[in-house]
Each structure stands twice: as C-alpha cells, then as structure tokens.
C-alpha cells in the first residue's frame, strides 16, 4: 500500500503528515468539516488527483491540506475492498441507529411502567418538582406562617380552594402550585411579570396557568355559587330579619344589584362599554344573603347597559327559578318593583308620600345593604385587581371576575371575613338612570311592597 504525504502550510515551515493515505476516498458524515466536498450522510466520495481540502477545527488560510498523488495506479484499491469497506462503514451505521431506537424505546417504557404504577397505587405523578427554597414556597409550606399579605386568603380558605378545584391525575405543575400561582396572580394586579419572577417559572407558563385555573373556576362556579335549598330558606329569612331589623322582611331571601368593574374596552367598542359614571367597565350583576354570600352572579354585559335590561337577560330571571313563591327580593330604586315574573321589591321613590313609606325605605335600605357590602368586601380583597382598569381580554375579564367572586364564597364559607374600606363602599345615594317600563309578561309589585310597608309601620321594631 503506497504511502502518500499530506503537508500542512504553517507560517515558516512545511511539516510532513505522517499518515498512510491508501485510499483516494473519504468517507463524509454530515455535516462535513472538509473544505470543497459535496456534503452527505453515509457517503463514500472520490477525491481527485490534487484535491485541496480544509482540516477539521483549522482557521481559513493558515492549515490548509493538499494531497498529492502522482501515482494513481499505485493506490487506487480494488473493487472487493471498496465494497468491503463500503459494507462495513453501513453495518456501523444500521448498528447505531438501531441501538438508539432501542434505548428511546426502553425509556418510553419505563416511563409508562411508573405512570402505571402510581395509577395503581392511587398516587398521581407531577412531572414537575416544587422548588421548596424560593421564599414564596417556604412560606406556603411553613403551616404557622400567614398567607393574608400574599395571597388575601387565609391557610383554611387556600386548602378549602385547592380542595374544591383538585383534580383526578396531577401531572404538570401540579395542582397546588397552580392555584397558589392564580391567587397570588389575583392578589397582586394580574401582574404576569412580577408572579414570574416570584415562582421562577416563565411568563408563558404562567399565562398558561392563569387561563387554566380561571377556565376550571368558571366551569366549577356551582361549588361555590348557588342558590339555597328550600330548607335553608327560613334561616336566610331570619338573617334577614336580623340584618333588616323588622319581621316584615321574614320572607326576604336576597338583594340583588349591580356593580361596574373597570376594563381596558375592546378599540372597536369604546362607547358600548362608557358607562354612566363616566368609565369603560362591565356590569357584574349579584344576588347574595344576608351574610353578604353571593348566591348568584351574572357577568359580561357592557357598563352602558342598564341594570334593568342587564336582569332580564340573567338566567335566573328567565328561568324564573329564584326567589321561590312567597319569597321576596330587594333590589335599589334603578330596578321596576315586580310581582312576577321574579318577585322584586324596591324603596318608594322620592319624595314619599308620608311616615310609612319613609319607615318602609329604612328598613328596606337597612336590608338591601347587604349586597352593596358584598360588593365592597370583595373589591377590598382584591383591590390591586379591581381598583383600577383589568389589565386583560374584554373576552376574558368576566372570568376573572366571578374568580374574585368565587373566592369571596370560598372565604365566608372558611370564616375568612374581610370588612370592606370605606373608600370601597358604593355610594348608595347615586343617581340613578330612569328605570325601564314594565313588559308584557310582567306585573307591578306595588301592591306587595304597600302589605310590606304596613307590615313594618305595625312591627317597626323587633
């Protein structure tokens, strides 16, 4: 086998490579160091007689190759050994292919394997690992610690929350750290930036997060959200009663109004949004107890819409299904006193017509009270959140909203209780806008509400 010379161009000298050149071939793997050669994968590539070529790892200009072959007759192999080679050099890489395959292989089944395992034995697998050392973890796992300056809900309220919205299979983050990344979100102005920064985890996993959690609260609102049953209605009578400060109200089951929630309007809509007190908001209308518990809400109508045609568009109005018959709810002068099909009773309107109707608007403002409370305990918890214009979606603000009035249930139910600010209590003597007239398939409640103001002028006091 003929020796060939390969001589390496340095700045001041010529060096012989050492090496035996039997073949004018190179095999290329792709992709290739060499200088001048088609690339290929697995490809056996002539080179010719003077062929200059570029080491591997070299500088441009400075170790450049040449091969130098005088004699090709001398080195040119035969046919078997270039098949020869040609059949190893495609075993090797059939070899190695397949042995990748297998251990890709082996690997899938042994995840497979544990995922069956932890199904069987009742623990679900998180494919991700809490980090315990950042400060907001050691504060979540140090049971003494309090969470209220964090996340505006109590140990007991956040474990209730985590056990309403807990899940079958807990892969991913995991469904605790998901819901402590959603309060704190809430908590904190819906900041994506800082929520970020304080859990590690990149801004888009928490965008993820954040839609995931709001998404699986909207779906699971009942949990929280719902109307009494017909044997709890006498206990919401008496916190009536007791809140009202007159028997008359016995059958009062709940107050109803609206609030506006600022936003950030959609371009093409600005004016549709405008409300009367001059800002792009949503209406969020509620029904709730007489322990400020909202039993109902409905969210997504434009701040311009009146409250009046936001009810009739409700479901509970439409569905007729609350208040039972017999009961009574209060709502403020912006609604039409009715009979049916909902029974809605409202104050008197200024300037009432003697002591009775004025005794009747004490009282019934001492009552519906209430929902203007709800209102401003939940505006106060959030208040980083619903202070000032969502920094969302249009489309995607009315979940956030019922989020905070979720978890406004989910505190009164875990005696999580929060007095509301005083800068955050609606003004109860706004003007109002005139009220709607009544439909077709609506009666006057006047009559009710006149029994009802006889009823307290004969029981004013408890």
């Known amino acids: 086998m003929s020796q060939a010379l390969l001589y390496s161009k340095g700045e001041s000298h010529f060096s012989p490579w050492p090496y035996p050149l039997p073949l004018p071939l190179l095999f290329e793997c792709n992709p290739s160091p060499w200088n001048g050669v088609t690339r290929g994968r697995g490809k056996i590539l002539p080179l010719g007689i003077g062929t200059t070529l570029q080491a591997p790892g070299t500088s441009s200009g400075v170790d450049w190759f040449s091969v130098n072959t005088s004699d090709v ?12 080679l ?20 082996r690997m899938f089944l042994q995840r497979l394997m544990m995922l069956v395992n932890q199904s069987e034995n009742g623990h679900p697998m998180s494919y991700c690992k809490l980090n315990h050392n950042m400060p907001i973890l050691r504060l979540w796992f140090n049971v003494e610690a309090e969470l209220m300056q964090d996340f505006r809900l109590s140990r007991r309220a956040m474990h209730g929350l985590q056990r309403l919205l807990q899940r079958d299979h807990d892969h991913g983050w995991g469904n605790q750290l998901e819901v402590l990344i959603y309060v704190y979100w809430l908590a904190h102005g819906l900041s994506y930036r800082v929520v970020s920064h304080v859990f590690n985890v990149p801004k888009s996993t928490i965008h993820r ?14 949990q929280a959200i719902s109307f009494p049953q017909p044997e709890e209605l006498h206990a919401v009578g008496q916190g009536f009663v007791q809140l009202s400060g007159t028997r008359a109200f016995r059958n ?13 309007p959609p ?9 009367y007190k001059g800002f792009y908001s949503l209406n969020m209308q509620a029904i709730c107890d007489s322990n400020g518990r909202f039993l109902d809400i409905f969210i997504g109508y434009p701040g311009s819409v009146h409250d009046t045609r936001v009810m009739k568009n409700s479901s509970f109005y439409k569905a007729r299904c609350y208040p039972p018959s017999g009961y009574i709810l209060l709502g403020d002068g912006g609604y039409p006193c009715l009979d049916t099909p909902v029974c809605l009773i409202t104050p008197y309107k200024q ?5 009775i109707q004025s005794r009747f608007n004490h009282y019934h ?3 519906r009270s209430i929902i203007e409370r709800a209102f401003g305990m939940m505006k106060t918890r959030w208040r980083s959140t619903l202070f000032r214009a969502l920094e969302v979606k ?9 989020s905070c009035a979720f978890l406004h249930n989910v505190c009164l139910d875990h005696g999580d209780m929060l007095e509301p600010d005083e800068d955050v209590a609606q003004d109860t003597f706004e003007p109002q806008p005139q009220r709607e007239p009544l439909a077709y398939n609506e009666s006057s409640g006047n009559a009710t509400r006149d029994r009802l103001a006889a009823l307290v002028s004969g029981n004013a006091e408890m």
């Open 73 to 84: 007759s001398s080195i040119m192999p035969s046919s078997a050994v270039v098949i020869s």
């Open 86 to 105: 040609a059949w190893a050099v495609g075993i090797f890489l059939r070899l190695s292919t397949a042995n990748r395959r297998n251990v890709r292989k």
């Open 209 to 222: 997060i954040v839609h995931i959690i709001a998404q699986k609260i909207w779906i699971n609102l009942k």
């Open 252 to 264: 009062v089951v709940g107050a109803i109004d609206g609030s506006h929630i600022s936003i950030k």
């Open 267 to 275: 371009q093409h809509h600005q004016i549709d949004y405008l409300n």
């Open 351 to 355: 300037p009432v017509n003697g002591p």
């Open 365 to 367: 403002s001492k009552g």
């Open 394 to 402: 249009p489309t995607f603000a009315p979940l956030v909203i019922a």
